[in-house]
């Protein structure tokens, strides 16, 4: 009998097949036109396909691979303790969700989603619980349907809030403001942050400031995932008893 197995999706769909298709496309077309378009726009276009089919490889080896890894090591920086209570901001098919649960023996693993299938196709609710069932941390895992930009959980919730190829997708620089600033809010004295995206994080890093999250710190680029990723990370201080 064959072993089920996790599905955490192809990411950004739609990109990777318009490079498959684009690519080849302008492979051909730029090959006939060489001896025949003047400028060099034949040869624009050969090499132009040529770096979309490149790009398109690179991004579903970023999915299927180098992903998992680019996980692995936020989560190993947040040196958990396995008690604690973690929100995965836009947690898709639980990438992160289901990896963090793993390591909560004692904790709890709380995602939320709306559950677009722009970013990830297949992109469901049942998606992530069924990836939780097969990795055997259903208990340890709870998911919601809702918006980043207003959640519905309460003031000083979580111990460690993160996020994962995420924030981007909120289309506004004021929604992606309001995001951060829930992040911030729902986060206990003393929390963590944990943010990875392949832009905008100069922007997460001076909004968690903002909102009153320290320590903050972006890394160096990560090139388990393409486009290349950043992690930034804070801690929210701690009140005096």
């Given amino acids: 009998m064959t072993k089920e197995k996790p599905d955490y999706g192809l990411d950004a769909p739609g990109v990777v097949r318009g490079f498959l298709i684009g690519g080849p496309a302008l492979i051909v077309s730029g090959w006939f036109l060489i001896p025949l378009a003047p400028f060099g726009l034949g040869h624009a276009l050969f090499f132009a396909g040529i770096a979309l089919f ?33 929100l995965d901001v836009g947690c898709g098919h639980g990438l992160l969700l289901i990896a963090a649960a793993k390591r909560l023996p004692e904790g709890r693993a709380v995602g939320i989603d709306l559950w677009s299938q722009v970013d990830q196709g297949s992109n469901s609710k049942e ?58 809010r729902v986060l206990k004295s003393g929390g963590r942050t944990a943010l990875m995206d392949f832009k905008k994080t ?29 992690i930034v990370t804070g801690r929210k201080p701690a009140r005096p008893a």
Wanted: glycine share 8%; aromatic share 10%.
């Fill in 54 to 86: 490149i790009e398109a490889f690179l991004m579903m080896g970023s999915s299927y691979y180098g992903k998992f890894r680019a996980r692995d090591r936020l989560l190993n920086q947040l040196d958990l303790r396995g008690d604690e209570s973690i």
């Fill in 127 to 184: 998606a992530t619980l069924t990836n939780a069932r097969i990795e055997g941390v259903t208990q340890r895992v709870e998911v919601h349907g809702g918006d980043m930009r207003k959640m519905p959980f309460p003031d000083s919730t979580f111990d460690v809030a993160v996020a994962n190829l995420a924030i981007h997708n909120v289309p506004t620089r004021e929604g992606r403001r309001e995001a951060i600033a829930e992040i911030a």
């Fill in 202 to 230: 100069g922007q997460y890093a001076r909004d968690l400031k903002d909102f009153g999250v320290a320590d903050i710190r972006v890394s160096r680029p990560i090139f388990w995932i393409f486009p290349p990723v950043r």
